[in-house]
Nanobody, 123 residues
């Protein structure tokens, strides 16, 4: 069983930064960050595996960085140069096993989900 608790969301002006945290109980092999804006489907933002692979959606490449601290059992999402279109509820997700690179940003690949944390970016 894996439990995930996100924190770190908030309101920021365009161009600003936020860091999201996801406290993890258990240690899954594959983890990701997803987001869902009002009226839109949930989309994968960034993902990582314990073999060191990290993958990003094109919309956030160069601006977001996913990382994990194994000692603190925490997954992070550093978000820089934020844009109004980044406004969404952000979710941490985990899969116990290996998730292939072609599917690691897909919602169905993950069994465990956090409750979400809201990020609002104003122009």
């Amino acid at each position: 069983q894996v439990q995930l608790v996100e924190s770190g969301g908030g309101s920021v002006q365009a161009g600003g930064s936020l860091r999201l945290s996801c406290a993890v109980s258990g240690w899954p092999f594959s983890m990701g960050w997803f987001r869902q804006a009002p009226g839109k489907e949930r989309e994968g933002v960034a993902a990582t595996r314990n073999d060191g692979v990290t993958i990003y959606a094109d919309s956030v490449k160069g601006r977001f960085t996913i990382s994990q601290d194994n000692a603190e059992r925490t997954l992070y999402l550093q978000m820089n140069s934020l844009k109004p279109e980044d406004t969404a509820m952000y979710y941490c997700a985990a899969a116990v096993g290996y998730v292939g690179s072609s599917t690691i940003l897909l919602e169905w690949a993950y069994r465990y989900w956090g409750q979400g944390t809201q990020v609002t970016v104003s122009s």
